[in-house]
């Protein structure tokens, strides 16, 4: 309101000069102008500060403002040298503060004649940032630009046309972009903090809090970046088109919802240790952060969540005097997974979703794919010279061919929420879902060989003579492990490739919790009869105690499994047990729980390689716990984090 107050004051003071002029028009010069400070500042000479308002005005920015406020050039002048100091100062006035209906109205009708646009978007540095740059020394302003038609998607003002402007130092040979610079070929991105506009596209930009909607879709609701982006095309642009002469459509797709996520996820993991995010300039955008994302799986990998560290009232239980604890946690898989090696529980990834193989077993795609033969195949085939093979595939190639199939591949897809949410165009049935990534078995009956999978042939049974199974397609992997506590927050995740063996979760156990301290006092796991036997002379293990959920311990273990009753039952633990009428403490069901929301990404995950599976699939599970966390805040449930050891 002192910025107010102050023009109030200026046209007291200038009565006399501006009596002709209303209240309004003023007010609209002062808004308008206050629009255009970078494109104000860019024609001054080098060394002018960016803190002080020029004395004279572009010609361009004169006769837009002249025009739309209906003031002669002579008027418009005068207006500036009264008026300059509270358009540069004022906060009032701001482009944040004011009404961009009314202000882009008047931009699009007055403002194209002069290449001027309600936003543009300027790098965030005016200056070049080598200190031993001549320029930097002499104080001098970067003035060498490039202007370039984008589209500036908004949360409340839908899809605006912008001008993009780059700054050029040809000293240092260095591009200054708004989120980044280029040197070197490399896009550096500015160390300052997360942008409020970020770069998705070469001509497009998104404002940062319509990502973090798409994000929070995406993790409340399993919404994927298709739908994503055809929400905001439906429900948020306000069914804006470009301008005449518009070299770019309004319309976003999930390319752009797709890099948005990456970038800010990218930048808010680097952004609190004072970290850069550097990527290479050229390239395809799937290709460009692949290794920032690589970077950022290795980490997760290795220190886990953030929240590895939590504790609170429903995942941990203190004594009355306060002197012990007892931290639960929970494991459990998931079947969630992304194409991966056809052989058995070959790591390395794919080169492409579509292949069957990585580089390292390419050549077993060569071998015929009934499973346990070894013979080279027939070129242009999956099997070799053997009739039955041949037989084999014939019908697995009809299989796919048929519509009797669409039933099953739908239900196999178990698609809860599809990755579009309007009708994709099919040609073959097998888009649908990839049934092939799992070993087939074939029926051989007198001379006919059928697929198990085909119910419409089950007349054939008793004829059977022997089967095959098959692997024609390619293979995912088995499923997700998660270690999840009580109170929901989840302390890790790990892709299990051939099976959910006791073996690897044991693995997974001691590799999470490799920090001494750090180990719970006791793991709920519904195999923890077997785990525990493994583990009973393991140093690791030696202060946990490990018992089986009640609802898998009274459902699936049996009474005469006498070491299962002995050391795995519950009951046998009195710190689980609840206390009043609560029969127990913990919800050690939580992971069951959690299970049925991650497995609700497996549409969206089915056809993403590794390195974007695993960086989607954490970032998802990052902010989860964030919203758990504030949860249980407000439940008064006293979350907080043990100090690192």
């Known amino acids: 309101m002192a910025e107010l107050e102050q023009l109030l004051e200026l046209l007291r003071i200038n009565a006399d000069t501006l009596n002709t002029l209303t209240f309004g028009s003023l007010f609209r010069f002062v808004t308008y102008a206050a629009r255009l400070k970078d494109d104000i500042l860019l024609p001054q000479p080098a060394h002018h500060s960016p803190l002080i308002a020029p004395e004279l005005l572009p010609s361009s920015v004169l006769r837009f403002l002249a025009s739309a406020c209906g003031f002669s050039v002579a008027a418009t002048e005068h207006c500036w040298s009264i008026l300059k100091d509270i358009v540069w100062n004022s906060e009032d006035f701001a482009p944040e503060g004011t ?93 300052t903090g997360i942008p409020d506009v970020i770069q998705v596209g070469e001509h497009q930009f998104v404002e940062r809090k319509v990502i973090e909607l798409w994000t929070t879709l995406m993790v409340v609701s399993w919404t994927s970046a298709t739908n994503c982006a055809r929400f905001y095309n439906a429900a948020l642009s ?25 970038i800010l996820s990218l930048l808010e993991d680097l952004s609190p240790r004072k970290e850069t995010l550097s990527v290479p300039h050229t390239g395809l955008d799937q290709d460009r952060y692949k290794a920032a994302m690589q970077s950022r799986n290795r980490c997760m990998r290795l220190y886990s969540q953030p929240e590895i560290t939590h504790y609170c009232n429903k995942c941990t239980r203190f004594t009355t005097d306060g002197k012990r604890k007892v931290s639960i946690v929970v494991i459990d898989g998931v079947t969630v997974g992304h194409p991966c090696c056809s052989f058995h529980n070959c790591h390395t990834p794919l080169s492409s979703n579509r292949d069957r193989y990585c580089e390292d077993h390419r050549d077993a795609a060569g071998i015929c794919a009934i499973v346990g033969c070894s013979t080279p195949v027939v070129l242009g085939t999956k099997t070799c010279t053997d009739e039955e093979h041949r037989a084999v595939e014939k019908i697995h190639i009809e299989r796919g061919q048929s519509r009797f199939q669409l039933q099953e591949r739908l239900a196999r897809a178990r698609v809860a929420h599809p990755n579009d949410s309007l009708g994709e165009e099919v040609t073959n049935i097998s888009e649908l879902a990839d049934v092939d990534e799992d070993n087939e078995e074939f029926e051989l009956a007198t001379g006919q060989t059928t697929s198990s999978h085909a119910d419409h042939t089950s007349g054939t049974a008793g004829l059977q003579k022997k089967k095959l199974r098959a692997q024609f397609g390619r293979k995912r992997t088995h499923n997700e492990q998660i270690i999840v506590a009580p109170c929901g927050m989840i302390m890790a995740r790990e892709t299990f490739f051939g099976a959910e063996a006791v073996s690897s979760v044991v693995e997974m156990i001691k590799r999470t919790y490799r920090v001494r301290g750090t180990m719970p006092d006791h793991i709920f796991f519904d195999n923890n009869c077997q785990l525990a036997k493994i583990v009973k002379d393991d140093p690791d ?86 919203m758990t966390y504030s949860k249980l805040e407000n439940a008064l449930d006293m979350p907080n984090n043990w100090p690192s050891l």
Request: proline fraction near 4%; glycine fraction near 6%.
């Open 238 to 262: 306000g069914n804006r088109k470009p301008p005449p002469g518009w070299s770019f459509e309004f319309a976003l797709d999930s390319d752009h919802v797709w890099n948005g996520f990456i």
């Open 99 to 191: 009404n961009f209906e009314a202000c882009s109205r008047v931009f699009l009708a007055h403002g194209h004649t002069f290449g001027l646009l309600p936003r543009s978007i300027y790098p965030a540095q005016s200056h070049c940032i080598n200190l031993d740059c001549q320029r930097t020394q002499k104080g001098l302003a970067l003035k060498k630009t490039e202007q370039r038609q984008a589209v500036l998607y908004t949360l409340d003002n839908g899809p605006l046309p912008v001008w993009s402007v780059h700054l050029y130092c040809e000293k240092c040979n260095v591009n200054y972009h708004h989120n980044f610079y280029i040197h070197q070929g490399r896009r550096i991105y500015y160390g």
């Open 541 to 626: 293990f030696a202060d946990v105690r490990l018992s089986v959920d009640v609802f898998h311990f009274k459902s699936k273990h049996k009474l005469t499994d006498k070491f299962c009753q002995e050391n795995c039952n519950p009951a046998k633990f009195p710190e689980l047990k609840g206390l009043g009428d609560k029969a127990w403490y913990f919800n050690s069901s939580i992971a069951e729980q959690t299970n049925v929301w991650l497995g609700g990404y497996h549409s969206m995950c089915r056809e993403m390689l590794v390195d974007k599976y695993n960086f989607f699939l954490d970032e998802m599970i990052l902010r989860c716990n964030r």
